[in-house]
């Protein structure tokens, strides 16, 4: 490459970096053609992030995916799925606080609940998955009788906070990865199939 075209290139390249407009890691992730749907998740190490993705793949595509710290505008949907990595039985404190400051703009467009959990390794019962999600999720959204699953997670070392890391190595918890592809995108055909009843 000669002097004018790394000039030339480098140009273009500004130019389209200087066009303005809010960029997102996820904004062009994947279709989205009607942006309908919408996927809000809160996450600690990136499971729930991978299972949101996965829910909108099983719909086709067409829900964008944000993580809650991006604090999307409900507006522009309608039809919402929240989901969260549980820890300490809880979703975050940054869901938490999105879901309570948009209560009034989002119970009318929920469609669906998610949560993600190491649960020890072990299966979830119904019993839990009615603890983490119509006892608490579902609650804190003030709706009721919505399509739910709660996904098994995993742990990533490499991701989590120091405190996590030290508090789950010092009973001998080793990494896993129970997230399922298959019963995520499912989740996402079977919300896709409710509506479009």
Excluded at 2 to 10: A, E, G, V
Excluded at 44 to 60: K, P, Q, V, Y
Aim: hydrophobic share 40%; charged share 25%.
């Amino acid at each position: 490459m000669n002097k004018r075209q790394f000039l030339s290139s480098s140009l273009a390249g500004l130019g389209l970096l200087s066009t303005g407009g809010k960029i997102t890691a996820l904004e062009y992730y994947p279709l989205a053609a009607n942006k309908k749907w919408a996927i809000v998740y809160g996450t600690w190490c990136g499971s729930t992030r991978d299972a949101a993705l996965w829910i909108s793949e099983g719909m086709g595509g067409i829900a964008q995916v944000f993580d809650v710290r991006e604090t999307p505008d409900p507006a522009p949907y309608e039809n919402i799925v929240i989901g969260g990595a549980i820890r300490g039985g809880q979703v975050s404190e940054e869901l938490q606080k999105y879901i309570a400051e948009n209560k009034s703009k989002l119970k009318a467009k929920l469609r669906g609940l998610f949560v993600v959990c190491g649960n020890m390794m072990k299966p979830v019962t119904a019993e839990q998955k009615a603890e983490m999600i119509d006892r608490r999720l579902a609650k804190q959204c003030d709706v009721k009788d919505l399509p739910s699953q709660a996904f098994l997670g995993r742990i990533t070392y490499s991701l989590m906070d120091e405190a996590s890391r030290e508090t789950l190595q010092s009973f001998k918890m080793p990494e896993y990865d129970n997230l399922k592809r298959p019963e995520c995108m499912a989740f996402g055909k079977d919300l896709l199939a409710a509506v479009n009843k």
